[in-house]
Structure formats: structure tokens, C-alpha cells
């Protein structure tokens, strides 16, 4: 389970990403290792108005919700695997802080630090762990836990397919993000699908195939006034208005900008 205090006997610094952080890694990372955390359960039930839509028509992203507190709330999605697969990033010791910065402005819209135990995959190379690691390794996570103004709690399946179907930001498309997880859990292990992500995503498949055997526009073509492109180390990448929700500063890379998960 999670913890907000950092972990006082561990001298490397880990961070845990369970959404786009698999496969949008953060900056200056020297290992890259598969596993899970135990506990919770991944769900797309937090808003993004800052990467996968915007303040007036916001996208849904995953979050974390610890295992005990979704039992007791009605999902639809009514079975979740006992394991959260992901991925565990070791960040090199002289940018830590310089990490921990760019974390915080790509996870800033409604996610909170935590820490929690991860559990590397079996077939993991051990000289890629810590020195002399026994059990699992203490990683820094973004949650969007249910006291933040973004969490959304519990949702239709095709309601929510169909938004994330219609859904634009910044950072693209909220569609991508969704089969851009499906894609990277699938190829993490022979376990590490993840059923809610799954079924999403072929929701959002059959609406795309409505919508085009319907000869309906694609709803996302529509420009947003309020969204300026720019271009970033050669790609063109959009980014919000200053006058928006909040401000961010201008990416050093592409993948700056996207969130995290927020814990990806």
C-alpha cells in the first residue's frame, strides 16, 4: 500500500508508472524494469483538462484507487487483476531533483505523491536491481486519489468509452492514450493485460467503426480556438492557452508535456 513519506533505507530513487509513463518515460531514467504493485486498481476515473482534453471539454486518464476503497463503491467493471503491472524507472542520483521537478508539472492537474512497494517481474535481469535488493523496491507514484476535484468515481463503460472516443488536448488524443496503455500493458507480460483497459478499448473500436460506417465526421477534427500550435525539438505539438486552467512552461522534449499518470 501507499505511504506519503519517502522511504528512509533506500539510497536509489525508483518511480512507478502504471498510465503514459510506460511508454513516455520520464527524463534521465538509466533502468527500465516491468512488475506490479499490489493493492489498488486501475481505472480511467480522473479528468484531464491540461494533456487528453481541456478545461471547457475534459478527457479521462488512469489513476490508482486502493483496493479496499473500490470494493465498496458500484463499478460496472466489477473484477480488477490482484496485480497493477507497470513500470519501474531508476533515475540517475545527479537529477533526482531536476526529475522530481518535471514530474511535478506533468502530473500537477489533481495527482498527489505517494510511495509504494513494487514488485519487479520474475524475469528480470537482477544486476538491473539495487544492490543486495530483497523484496520489493520502494517507488515514488502519482495518484489522483477520490478527495481530488478531478476523480470522477464510477462510470458507465460505453458512456465513458464513447467520451474518451470524442475526447482532444494538448497532448492528443484521448483515444491514443487509452490504446497507447492497452498496447504497452500488452507488451509488458503475458499477465499484464488489464481487463477494464481492455474492454475500453474495444468500446472506442466499435464506436470509431460506427461513427465511420455511419459516415459521421470524426468529432475531435473540430480546431480548438483556444489551442495554439507549436513546434518542439522538430514535432508539432499543441499547448493551451496561458489563460487556461493553468500554465505550463515550455517542453524541453515532446513528451514533456504529457501527463504521468498520473499516478500514466
Given at each position: 500500500m501507499s505511504a506519503q513519506e519517502p522511504p528512509s533505507k533506500q539510497d536509489e530513487f525508483w518511480i512507478f508508472g502504471y498510465g503514459s509513463l510506460i511508454w513516455k518515460p520520464p527524463p534521465h531514467f538509466d533502468r527500465r524494469i516491468p512488475g506490479w504493485v499490489e493493492g489498488y486498481v486501475r481505472r480511467f476515473w480522473q479528468v484531464s483538462e491540461d494533456h487528453r482534453g481541456t478545461p471547457s471539454a475534459p478527457g479521462r486518464v488512469v489513476t490508482l484507487i486502493e483496493r479496499s476503497y473500490w470494493a465498496s463503491l458500484a463499478d460496472r467493471h466489477d473484477s480488477a487483476p490482484a496485480k497493477v503491472w507497470g513500470v519501474a524507472y531508476r533515475i540517475k542520483a545527479d537529477r533526482v531533483a531536476e526529475v522530481k521537478e518535471y514530474l511535478d508539472i506533468r502530473e500537477i492537474n489533481g495527482y498527489t505523491i505517494h510511495w509504494t512497494p513494487f514488485h519487479p517481474a520474475s524475469d528480470v535481469d537482477p544486476a538491473l536491481l539495487p544492490p543486495a535488493q530483497k523484496g520489493p523496491i520502494q517507488t515514488l507514484v502519482y495518484i489522483g486519489t477520490p478527495d481530488n476535484a478531478q476523480f470522477t468515481g464510477p462510470?458507465?463503460?460505453?458512456?465513458?468509452?464513447?467520451?474518451?472516443?470524442?475526447?482532444?488536448?494538448?497532448?492528443?488524443?484521448?483515444?491514443?492514450?487509452?490504446?497507447?496503455?492497452?498496447?504497452?500493458?500488452?507488451?509488458?507480460?503475458?499477465?499484464?493485460?488489464?481487463?477494464?483497459?481492455?474492454?475500453?478499448?474495444?468500446?472506442?473500436?466499435?464506436?470509431?467503426?460506427?461513427?465511420?460506417?455511419?459516415?459521421?465526421?470524426?468529432?475531435?477534427?473540430?480546431?480548438?480556438?483556444?489551442?495554439?500550435?507549436?513546434?518542439?525539438?522538430?514535432?508539432?505539438?499543441?499547448?493551451?492557452?496561458?489563460?487556461?486552467?493553468?500554465?505550463?512552461?515550455?517542453?524541453?522534449?515532446?513528451?514533456?508535456?504529457?501527463?504521468?499518470?498520473?499516478?500514466?
Open positions: 462510470q458507465d463503460p460505453q458512456e465513458l468509452s464513447e467520451h474518451i472516443y470524442r475526447s482532444k488536448g494538448p497532448s492528443g488524443l484521448n483515444r491514443d492514450y487509452l490504446w497507447g496503455l492497452e498496447k504497452a500493458l500488452d507488451e509488458l507480460s503475458p499477465e499484464s493485460s488489464d481487463e477494464h483497459v481492455k474492454d475500453l478499448s474495444n468500446r472506442v473500436r466499435a464506436v470509431a467503426a460506427r461513427y465511420k460506417s455511419e459516415g459521421k465526421a470524426d468529432p475531435t477534427d473540430e480546431t480548438d480556438a483556444a489551442t495554439e500550435v507549436i513546434e518542439v525539438n522538430g514535432t508539432t505539438e499543441a499547448t493551451h492557452d496561458e489563460h487556461h486552467h493553468h500554465q505550463f512552461r515550455r517542453a524541453g522534449s515532446v513528451d514533456e508535456q504529457e501527463e504521468t499518470e498520473k499516478t500514466s
